[in-house]
């Protein structure tokens, strides 16, 4: 099936300091992607969902100048946590959707996850 | 907003049961899917029903849809300790184009 992969897979930051988790489609052409974040023990909140070569569209709710996402090309999306506090601590997972490669638009393609430590 | 929510939130079992999990959605759907969470992990694509189908199987998985009571369970046979994770349903709600929206997800134990 079809792999995403993200980066890192652990961060640990000072509070101030912005950090960027990229995901990437390795295997298929990523027409959308979406970046979802996940607290202990709860379930997957969608943060946004970006298309290539536009600009996102966020969710109610999530400062996009706070959360930084850019999708340049059919297989990278990147998410830049700007001046992160220890609140942004938590479980970032990008998915990825797409029709080649044998990926379909129906199914969602998950990357590992990045945990975020803001200390 | 979450799309559907799922019972239980936690179950746990020994090893060799069967374990049975359930999704209710508020929306009509094209079709809703299972993903499974292993602990600080991804998600991994477990199976699609599509609104049209009753029940599917793969493997020791199988999923019943009812459109009518806007729900869908998770049949996990003979479990095993390797299935012990978090299972959640997803659905597209009607016109969110190909955005996934979660349950809240069933934490499954298996004791060996």
């Known amino acids: 099936g079809a792999v995403v992969s993200q980066h890192p897979s652990r961060v640990i930051c000072k509070s101030g300091t912005s950090v960027k988790i990229e995901c990437r489609s390795l295997d298929f052409q990523a027409t959308t992607m979406f970046w979802y974040r996940q607290f202990p023990k709860q379930s997957l909140m969608l943060m946004a969902t970006?298309?290539?070569?536009?600009?996102?569209?966020?969710e109610q709710g999530v400062e996009k100048d706070k959360f930084l996402i850019n999708h340049a090309s059919l297989t990278l999306s990147t998410l830049t946590v700007t001046s992160a506090h220890p609140e942004d601590s938590s479980f970032y997972i990008c998915?990825?959707?797409?029709?080649?490669?044998?990926?379909?638009?129906?199914?969602?393609?998950f990357g590992p996850g990045t945990r975020l430590l803001v200390l | 907003s979450q799309q559907g929510e799922e019972d239980p939130q936690a179950l746990s079992i020994q090893e060799g049961e069967n374990a049975t999990m359930n999704c209710s959605y508020k929306?009509?759907?094209?079709?809703l899917q299972w993903y499974r969470q292993n602990s600080g992990r991804g998600l991994v694509h477990l199976i699609l029903?599509?609104?049209?189908?009753r029940e599917k199987h793969s493997g020791r998985l199988r999923v019943t849809l009812d459109t009518s009571k806007k729900s869908s369970s998770l049949l996990i046979t003979a479990s095993r300790a390797a299935d012990t994770a978090s299972y959640f349903c997803a659905t597209y709600p009607p016109g969110a184009g190909n955005m996934l929206t979660f349950g809240g997800g069933t934490r499954l134990m298996v004791k060996p």
């Open positions: 929306t009509s759907i094209n079709n």
């Open positions: 970006s298309n290539e070569g536009s600009k996102a569209t966020y």
């Open positions: 998915s990825a959707s797409g029709t080649s490669g044998g990926s379909t638009q129906e199914t969602q393609y």
């Open positions: 029903i599509r609104s049209n189908e």
